[in-house]
Each structure stands twice: as C-alpha cells, then as structure tokens.
C-alpha cells in the first residue's frame, strides 16, 4: 500500500514548459501533469492504455484524425499503440493513468518530452 501527498512527490521538469510526477504501482500508474499554455506533447504512441482527466484547463489532442479540446473535468482515453499528441490551449493540470506503468518514462527514457516547446 502507497499513501502520499502530490506535494510530497518529487516534480520532474521535463523542459521548460511541461512538469510532471508520478505514483507507481504494480499494474498502473497516475501521472501528474503540468503544461504552461502552449506547450507540446509531440506525436507519439505506446502500448500502454491511457486515460487523462483534465484537472484544469483544456489541452487539444490531435487523434485518429481529428482534432478534440479536452477541457476541466472531461476525459479522454486512448487505446493502446494509438498514435496522439496534444498543445495546452491554456496552462493545464492533468491526471493521466496508464496501465502498465510506463516504463519509458520510469527509465527517463522519453525524449519526445525532453525537447522543449
């Protein structure tokens, strides 16, 4: 069992515009997400399923050929291996949970987000 507090989580500043922290667990695991209006989650993909939860904010999720704003307490999930990318229409605060636990990102292996804007 994990108990913790997202102020006592380490906050991992992957380029100017986009913190992050994390809570592992076995099979799952929530990311905390920061992105300053803007901001870009260049295209990417991973087997792993994704769900985010918008906390604040609003980011723009190209996806399966379209186009979708994800806004303050909306959802959106992302199959496996589905190829996305988002921008932070204004700065954002987003939840998003994984299973598995992303094992890139566990590895600091995630360059697409160490790039910058």
């Given at each position: 069992?994990?108990?913790?507090?997202?102020?006592?989580?380490?906050?991992?500043?992957?380029?100017?515009?986009?913190q992050?922290?994390?809570?592992?667990?076995?099979q799952?695991?929530?990311?905390?997400?920061?992105?300053?209006?803007?901001?870009?989650?260049?295209?990417?993909?991973?087997?792993?399923?994704?769900?985010?939860y918008?906390?604040?904010?609003?980011?723009?999720?190209?996806i399966?050929?379209?186009e979708?704003?994800?806004?303050?307490?909306?959802?959106?999930?992302?199959?496996?291996?589905?190829?996305?990318?988002?921008?932070a229409?204004?700065?954002?605060?987003?939840?998003d949970?994984?299973?598995?636990?992303?094992?890139?990102?566990?590895?600091?292996?995630?360059?697409?987000?160490?790039?910058?804007?």
């Amino acid at each position: 069992m994990k108990y913790l507090k997202w102020k006592d989580v380490e906050l991992e500043r992957l380029n100017p515009v986009i913190q992050r922290q994390m809570v592992v667990g076995d099979q799952i695991m929530v990311a905390r997400v920061l992105l300053a209006k803007g901001a870009h989650v260049p295209l990417h993909h991973h087997h792993n399923e994704q769900v985010t939860y918008i906390l604040d904010g609003a980011l723009k999720f190209a996806i399966d050929g379209k186009e979708i704003v994800v806004r303050t307490g909306e959802v959106l999930c992302i199959p496996s291996n589905m190829p996305h990318e988002a921008w932070a229409v204004e700065d954002t605060v987003d939840l998003d949970v994984f299973t598995p636990p992303r094992a890139d990102w566990l590895a600091k292996d995630d360059a697409y987000l160490r790039g910058g804007k």
